[in-house]
C-alpha cells in the first residue's frame, strides 16, 4: 500500500486500495468496541502463564474513578503502570529487532483464556500498511494485549478517539501510542496534495486532509518531507488525543494513563518511541 519515497508520480491505483483499507478498517473498529463491552469482566487472576503482566502496587490498588465503578462491565484495573506498559513495548521490539522469527505467540491457549474478558496494556492508533502490524513489530505480542486502531495514516479522526476513549476508560490500558512509518503512503500522498497540487481521488482526499497542516508545516523544513511528517503527523496525533478528549486528558492528568508518539522503520523492525508530545 505504501509508495517508496523516490515514486514522484502518485499511483492512484495504489491509493484507491489504500483508502479501500483505511474504510474497511474504520467501520470494522466500532462494532468490534461494541461487542467488547458486553464482554464478561475480570478473566482468570493467573491468565496468561509465562508472559502475565506484573502486578503494580501504585495502579493496582489506585481507585477507579467514579466512571470505572458506575459501569458494571468495566475491566479491572490495569496490571501494568503506564511506564511498565512502555517498557514492554520497548522489550518487545528489541526482541522483533534481534530475533524476529523468535516472536511466536501460543494462540489457542490465550483464545481461550480470553473468552471471558480482555485487560489490554496498550493502546496504538496506527497505519493500515500491511507491514506495521503492532502484535508481530512488538515482539509477538499474543491475544488479548494489543488495543488497536488502524486506518491509512494513523488519522486522529473521531472513529479512533472514540475507540481510543473505550480502551482508556473502560478497558483502562494504560498506554496509548501513536505510531506512524517510514514510506507512508497516505502521508507521502497528503505531500503531494501539498507540495505538487496533486487532486486525490474519491474519499481519499477527504481522508487525508487532517494530515495536510501537518505537511504543510513540514514544507521546506527538512531534505526529507515525508519523512518528517510522518513524525509531526504521530506527534500531532498524540497531542491532539488529550487536547480533544477530556475524557482521556482527565486520566492522564491522574497519572492513570500514558501518551507517547513513535515512528516505525519498516526497514530496520525498530520503533523510535517520542515522549515529548507537547
Ligand atoms: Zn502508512
Keep these: 500500500m505504501c509508495l517508496d519515497c523516490d515514486n514522484q508520480r502518485l499511483n492512484r491505483r495504489n491509493l484507491m486500495k489504500l483508502a479501500g483499507i483505511g474504510l474497511v478498517a474504520s467501520t470494522v473498529a466500532l462494532p468490534a468496541v461494541a461487542s467488547d463491552k458486553k464482554a464478561a469482566p475480570a478473566a482468570a487472576a493467573e ?23 458506575a459501569d458494571p462491565h468495566a475491566a479491572e484495573a490495569p496490571a501494568l503502570s503506564p511506564k511498565q506498559a512502555l517498557a514492554k513495548l520497548k522489550e518487545g521490539n528489541r526482541r522483533f529487532v534481534e530475533d524476529a522469527n523468535a516472536c511466536a505467540a501460543d494462540l489457542a ?11 489490554p496494556w496498550a493502546i496504538v492508533l496506527t497505519c493500515s500498511d500491511s507491514r506495521v502490524t503492532p502484535e508481530l513489530i512488538f515482539g509477538g505480542v499474543t491475544l488479548g494485549e494489543l488495543f ?3 486506518n491509512a495514516g494513523n488519522v486522529l479522526d473521531t472513529g479512533a478517539l472514540g475507540t481510543i476513549e473505550y480502551g482508556a476508560e473502560h478497558l483502562h490500558a494504560p498506554l496509548i501510542v501513536v505510531m506512524g512509518h517510514k514510506k507512508c503512503g497516505a502521508v507521502s500522498a497528503a505531500c503531494d496534495v501539498v507540495k505538487k497540487g496533486v ?7 477527504k ?8 505537511a504543510l508545516a513540514a514544507l521546506f523544513k527538512s531534505e526529507d ?3 518528517q511528517t510522518v513524525r509531526n503527523n504521530a506527534v500531532s496525533g498524540a497531542r491532539r488525543i488529550a487536547e480533544e478528549s477530556h475524557i482521556v486528558s482527565h486520566l492522564v492528568e491522574e497519572g492513570h494513563v500514558k501518551i507517547v508518539a513513535a515512528v516505525y522503520d519498516i526497514a530496520t523492525g525498530e520503533v523510535e518511541f517520542i515522549d515529548k508530545i507537547s
Design 225 to 227: 518531507f515525508v519523512g
Design 47 to 69: 491468565g496468561h502463564a509465562a508472559e502475565a503482566p506484573v502486578a503494580h502496587a501504585s495502579t493496582a490498588e489506585a481507585p477507579a474513578t467514579e466512571a470505572h465503578a
Design 148 to 150: 488497536v486502531i488502524r
Design 199 to 205: 487532486e486525490l481521488e474519491g474519499s481519499i482526499g
Design 207 to 214: 481522508m487525508v486532509q487532517p494530515i495536510l497542516p501537518v
Design 109 to 119: 491457549q490465550r483464545r481461550e483464556e480470553l473468552a471471558g474478558g480482555q485487560h
